[in-house]
């Protein structure tokens, strides 16, 4: 998949000049300078060098971007076009995308350390899929008819909230972006969104091509630029009629409060999580299980808000499953994201680095035993590199098992009984995702719904596709849920018109 593109590649700023990044902010169908001319470096995580100077967006910008969306929701340009005309803009989108995917997938890979493989192969087919999806949905999307009484006629519609204000984490900056935009696009609303500050670039870019396809000025508009500044303006500000966030659950509180102390806008949370896989003694395909552990706490670096980062496992079979996983991770070489073969590219950032090895500090200090990683590797390169790391002997009290690392970093916990499993697995105050493995029929069925998670995967790691809603329980979030048609709901407003018949 990759064959062509990587031997072109290398770090030299002509090879990222070729790429033709896109650093200023997107506004009303144009890029522009921060209007107080400020920019910031961005780098990349795999050698700690720079990589382009971003526009560093503050209030200002959030005011131009949120009147240029106002002005496109109130005079229809968008929501007043026949949905088939609108499904045809994002379609055509979608195919920008897709067709622009390796461009956009190296981009995504030097601005967040992920591996090329993944943003080629993963990120943008997904990206471009999801906004394919929604686009499709827009014309088939019904109102109802209510059953009231003679002489009446009630029509239930849907209608666009008008302006959305989406801010996204940089885990999958492009999927992310694509999770609030296809749903709230196709239902006809307009949207600021600003992406994470240390990974901007895809979506700039991605912007560029929804005007190419065909978005009209002002639909869509992203301003770049800190969390505290630009993610406040739009939280706080007054003529945004809905906020979409994903991120951690710190920041999506600060959502409420923006929301309560203004205009009590329609808040909608995607957060953390530290979902538990657990492991049955039923099990006969410890390899197949072992293999899928792996993708849970490993895929993106363990950057990921689902990630099964804890392994509650029964106790015949934890020594075995340990070794297998252990045997499993001869297949995820660590390195330069930029390499095909690497399945572990670097975490995002030196701050992020540091804060996952604390983690690792922290576990040890409390009693829990490093199986296998623990320590920073590739130092030379210059980046920011931890790999697979597992701890055994950990206690479902103990920190490393209560807080999201959001790094790849799995905890061990040992059960003896069902009941004891559910109790660890639902003993946390996320409640995102979880999977369990058994054979055992009765097994599945009783702990996939005692599970207190939004997304459960049985023998498998999954959160589903475009079909499933995704959005979690507890301190995971709510407010709505991303992907399926469940996503437009949060994105439209329910109106009932109540029409009285003359008598003939
Ligand atoms: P984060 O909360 O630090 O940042 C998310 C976004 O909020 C960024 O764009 C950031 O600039 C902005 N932000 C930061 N401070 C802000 C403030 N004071 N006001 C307004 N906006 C602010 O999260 P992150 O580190 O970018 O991403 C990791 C987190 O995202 C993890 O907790 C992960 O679980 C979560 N996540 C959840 C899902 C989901 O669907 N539930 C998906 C991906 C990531």
Known sequence: MTDTLIPEIDES???????????????????????????????????????????????????????????????????????????????????????DARELGLIETIDSGKPITDTIGLDM?????????????????????????????????????GVVGAVIPWNYPAQMAAWKLGPALATGNTVVIKPASTTSLS????????SEAGLPDGVLNVVTGPGDVVGEAIGRHPDIDCLTFTGSTEVGRRFLHYAADTNLKRVLLELGGKSPQLVFDDVTDLEGIAANVAVAIFWNMGENCSAGSRLIVHRSVKDRLLEAVRAELRNWPVGDP???????????????????????RIGREEGARVVTGGERILEETGGWFVPPTIFDGVRNDMTIAREEIFGPVLSVIEFDTEAEAIALANDTPYGLAASLYTDNLNVAHRVARALRAGVVGVNAYSEGDMTTPFGGYKLS????????????????????????????
């Not at 506004?27 to 382009?52: K, L």
């Not at 979030?477 to 008598?503: N, P």
Request: some cysteine; overall charge neutral.
């Open 13 to 99: 700023k002509a090879a990222i000049e070729r790429l033709g990044l896109r650093t200023q902010a997107f506004i009303d169908g144009e890029f522009h300078d921060a209007i107080s001319g400020r920019r910031y470096m961005t780098e990349n995580p795999a050698t700690g060098q720079p990589i382009a100077e971003i526009a560093e967006g503050g209030p200002a910008d959030v005011d131009a971007a949120v009147a240029a969306a106002r002005r496109a929701a109130d005079d229809g340009r968008w929501s007043r076009l026949s949905p088939g005309d609108r499904k045809r803009i994002l379609v055509r989108w979608a195919d920008l995308i897709e067709g």
């Open 125 to 161: 087919p997904e990206t471009a899929g999801c906004i394919r999806w929604h686009a499709e949905a827009a014309d088939k999307l019904y109102g109802q008819v209510a059953p009231s009484p003679e002489g009446t006629v009630a029509t239930i519609t849907r209608e666009p909230v």
């Open 203 to 210: 979506l700039l870019r991605i912007a560029e091509l929804g």
């Open 338 to 360: 930029l390499d095909p073969a690497t399945r572990i590219g670097a975490l995002v950032s030196r701050g992020h680095m540091e804060k996952v090895l604390r983690y690792v």
């Open 477 to 504: 979030g709510f407010g709505g849920h991303d992907k399926s048609v469940h996503a437009h709901d949060q994105y439209t407003e329910t109106k009932t018109t109540w029409i009285q018949l003359r008598s003939g």
